[in-house]
């Protein structure tokens, strides 16, 4: 009305990224806390998520990571898009676990930002370790 | 019989490896070439891989790289298991998109091996990029 | 004069980069070749650069690749700057070897560029490989 | 005497990595805290540690995690050795900075390890930050 551009919350955000969002309705993700800069999610490990060793594949806890990565880097309201992302698989997920993820905001610039993805299972006990990097782009949510 | 253990051939592990895989299953994930130390798979782009984006899911093209590292990393007959992934997505993978993976072995030690794979799609065009390091257990397959 | 910006050449934009380099002079880092979006550099093996171990430190290696990465990435007139690099040391390096390396541009868009650098020993051993991301400026050089 | 091997304690051990070692010798490198899977370091920045841009090169920082990284991973007294690492430079770095280094130890078992390296200025803000992993061998210090 005013001209000003009103900026969506955290929430409304994720929210509009979350509907229609196939594979984390699949992986049945949820979200745990969402905040400016900050996501945890959470996900119940199934049969459908094991490999061959009968333990989830590696692709589940870097899906879940991945999706906290780009939900806190999205929160601020500036479409961003992950470029680079290390994960490191500590201990092996079975099925029946429950996953949940946090992240730290470890640096936020005007054009690029680093953020550190934890995922435990539901005894406390990091399975995945993730640093990744999003570029910050100037598209308004 | 006579007391000398026989190894597995490549195809006989990936094989063991890809039966009861109920996650490569449930993406379809197709064998396009295995041999010692070297492995390439295809996987078709379904409505259920896709964000809210209407793009895969980062997790998928990092699957697909995932499995690829661990059947050419085990093909040598000796039990081997990721350790650090460090993945670049370059172009967005769509619906109907068909993903071709590459393995390189890049070193390959005593105890720890690092492959590099390669993503494409059917242009071509490569889609994200894998540096995988595995640690080589003495357990033979 | 007639208000075209002129680009200058990756030769003089490296040679820029290296004047008061003083990191680099210390290093002896030497231009093998330079064009645009392709950097190869050399570097002799002093006792100065050896660890504990009496074998190159891997800072020496990382220092080597991320000039070439950095290098490569401001060829094409525009001030790049790196936001992650990831490394595997392969093979030991030792007093007396020389180091080559080379770039290879994995994929450029306008923001961000992914380079793969490998470094070699003067038997054309693969001694490290990195994986760099760099961030692409508006700013001329 | 008894035949029973005495394991070095973390400070002996990374004494000994240290003596000789003429590239931490060069960089000056203090320990600031060493203990059993925990190493802090310092480094000041002088001006032969500078490129082109008049601040410090992205070796050094790098330099400095990579020898923290070391000295945390060999502190239980086992050789270890770093296999891969990912590094991001946050914050620029320039002459007369003083590094401070601190390692944490995010998972450790029986044949690799993975720590995460925090480097702050003397502002305390972070400039960089390494996920490094190392591969635990069986040979005593």
Chains 1, 2, 3, 4 share one sequence.
Do not use: P
Request: glycine share 6%.
């Amino acid at each position: 009305m005013d001209g000003i551009h009103e900026m969506k919350s955290a929430s409304e955000i994720v929210n509009l990224m979350m509907n229609k969002d196939e594979f984390s309705s699949w992986m049945d993700i949820k979200i745990e806390n969402i905040e400016k800069g900050k996501c945890s999610l959470s996900c119940h490990i199934r049969q459908e998520m094991l490999n061959g060793f009968s333990i989830a594949h590696g692709g589940i806890a870097y899906s879940i990571a991945d999706s906290t990565l780009a939900f806190a880097a999205n929160s601020y309201g500036f479409q961003s898009f992950s470029i680079e992302t290390s994960i490191s698989h500590l201990v092996k997920v079975q099925q029946g676990d429950v996953l949940k993820s946090n992240s730290i905001e470890i640096h936020r610039g005007n054009k690029t930002a680093i953020y550190q993805i934890e995922v435990f299972n539901q005894n406390k006990i990091m399975v995945a370790i993730m640093k990744g990097t999003v570029y910050i782009s100037k598209i308004v949510w």
